[in-house]
């Protein structure tokens, strides 16, 4: 026998207690009678292997002779598998057939009139006998005691609109007597209408809702889109702005430079002639000594003459020096700019920050609060509470516009007003 042969076609394990049936395919006994048994409601019993139908249950064959023989001396080794597990039965989050003996199979229904819930076996009477013709049943919902009168262990058939509640026909009376009563059916349509129009209420609420839904999303894109553009514009012009001092430290540099260069250039000129000059009375001052060592006094009388004419003949230009001759002006003017650019970049980013926080760019509008639907009626509403946004408090204190610094920029200023607004809008 193969190995295919071996095993049940419905729990995959090797046979137990084998049955055949009338198409030849063999299964466990209790594979196969669990298999037909959730069949018994359809009348219609297929083979599962090979799905021959038959119209009325066949009996199983017991398997004898040799091959039951083989088939056990097989499974000798192996232990009896458990059968398989049957999901018709309740579980502990299910409701159980209020029929069933001992291991109890879910309920599928729930019939008003016998207060009772039933398995798909169970109901077929319902389906079946004229007795449950006028019998009512509903999908089966659970919490049966609901549908009983505590008093009275009756069905609830009546609603009391006086107590508002439901109550069965003996409740009218004595208890309710009296009172305005209709039937439950009468009740529901009414009701019915109303839940119509607070759920078309709600369904309009829903449209509206989505409806600024849809706006708030394209005023985000919106917002997104101008937020990323004003970014651009700002880093573009503040990039220009920056251009511009580059161009200007340029041009101050070229200012201190030829300046610098300038003077030293004349002070050059300067310290040359000056040499020249040193040079020349030197050259004098050794002729006066050597003069006045001659002995040849024609000689002495004729060359003094000529160089006493020629020194007073010369007059030297002095050169006057500054010893205070600084660049201090282009500092304390460069300083000036500095300071006079950052009160005016305070002021200004103050300006447009208390521009910008002053508008709102979504709030709830208290002028039209949400209206409570049937069931909040009873409850006092609350206030709605609005949601806007939060505008940032205008800087008034040096303290205040700290906290607008850019990061790492620690360096005191001179401005009254304090460090270098850097606030992102």
Do not use: W
């Given at each position: 026998m193969s190995s295919d042969q071996d095993n049940c076609h419905l729990c995959k394990e090797y046979l137990r207690d084998p049955v055949s049936i009338p198409c030849g395919h063999i299964f466990c006994s209790v594979c196969l009678k669990t298999y037909w048994d959730h069949a018994d409601h359809t009348g219609s019993y297929l083979c599962p292997q090979c799905k021959v139908t038959y119209n009325k249950r066949p009996t199983p064959r017991r398997m004898g002779g040799s091959r039951l023989s083989s088939i056990q001396r097989s499974t000798e080794s192996f232990p009896p598998p458990p059968p398989s597990p049957d999901y018709n039965f309740a579980g502990p989050q299910d409701v159980g057939c209020d029929i069933c003996i001992g291991k109890k199979h879910k309920a599928v229904k729930t019939c008003l009139m016998c207060l009772a819930s039933y398995?798909?076996?169970?109901?077929?009477?319902?389906?079946?006998?004229?007795?449950?013709?006028?019998?009512?049943?509903?999908?089966?919902?659970?919490?049966?005691?609901?549908?009983?009168?505590?008093?009275h262990q009756k069905g609830l058939e009546l609603f009391c609109r006086t107590d508002d509640m439901c109550i069965c026909v003996l409740c009218t009376v004595k208890e309710h007597k009296g009172h305005d009563m209709v039937s439950a059916e009468q009740e529901r349509a009414d009701e019915q209408q109303?839940?119509?129009?607070?759920?078309a209420e709600i369904q309009e609420k829903i449209h509206d809702r989505l409806k600024q839904m849809e706006e708030l999303k394209q005023a985000v894109d919106s917002l997104k889109n101008s937020a990323h553009t004003a970014l651009q514009e700002c880093e573009k012009m503040f990039a220009d702005m920056m251009r511009s001092i580059e161009r200007m430290q340029q041009e101050m540099t070229k200012l201190i430079s030829s300046n610098k260069r300038a003077a030293l250039n004349n002070a050059e000129g300067h310290m040359e002639r000056l040499n020249h000059e040193i040079a020349d009375l030197k050259r004098r001052d050794n002729e006066i000594t050597q003069l006045s060592r001659t002995e040849d006094h024609i000689h002495f009388i004729q060359s003094y003459h000529m160089l006493i004419a020629q020194t007073e003949a010369e007059e030297l230009p002095t050169v006057s020096v500054n010893p205070y001759f600084t660049f201090g002006p282009v500092t304390k003017a460069v300083s000036e700019m500095k300071q006079h650019l950052n009160?005016?970049?305070?002021?200004?980013?103050?300006?447009?920050?208390?521009?910008?926080?002053?508008?709102?760019?979504?709030?709830?509008?208290?002028?039209?609060?949400?209206?409570?639907?049937?069931?909040?009626?009873?409850?006092?509403?609350?206030?709605?509470?609005?949601?806007?946004?939060?505008?940032?408090?205008?800087?008034?204190?040096?303290?205040?516009?700290?906290?607008?610094?850019?990061?790492?920029?620690?360096?005191?200023?001179?401005?009254?007003?304090?460090?270098?607004?850097?606030?992102?809008?």
């Open positions: 398995c798909e076996k169970h109901l077929k009477p319902h389906y079946e006998s004229n007795t449950f013709k006028r019998h009512k049943l509903v999908d089966e919902i659970g919490h049966l005691d609901r549908q009983i009168c505590p008093q109303r839940l119509g129009a607070t759920q009160e005016f970049s305070n002021d200004e980013l103050v300006r447009v920050a208390k521009a910008v926080n002053k508008m709102t760019f979504c709030q709830l509008d208290e002028s039209k609060k949400r209206q409570s639907i049937k069931s909040e009626e009873a409850v006092t509403s609350s206030s709605v509470q609005v949601y806007k946004s939060i505008p940032v408090q205008e800087p008034q204190h040096r303290n205040d516009f700290l906290k607008y610094n850019r990061p790492g920029d620690n360096r005191p200023s001179r401005s009254r007003r304090g460090h270098r607004v850097s606030h992102q809008l």
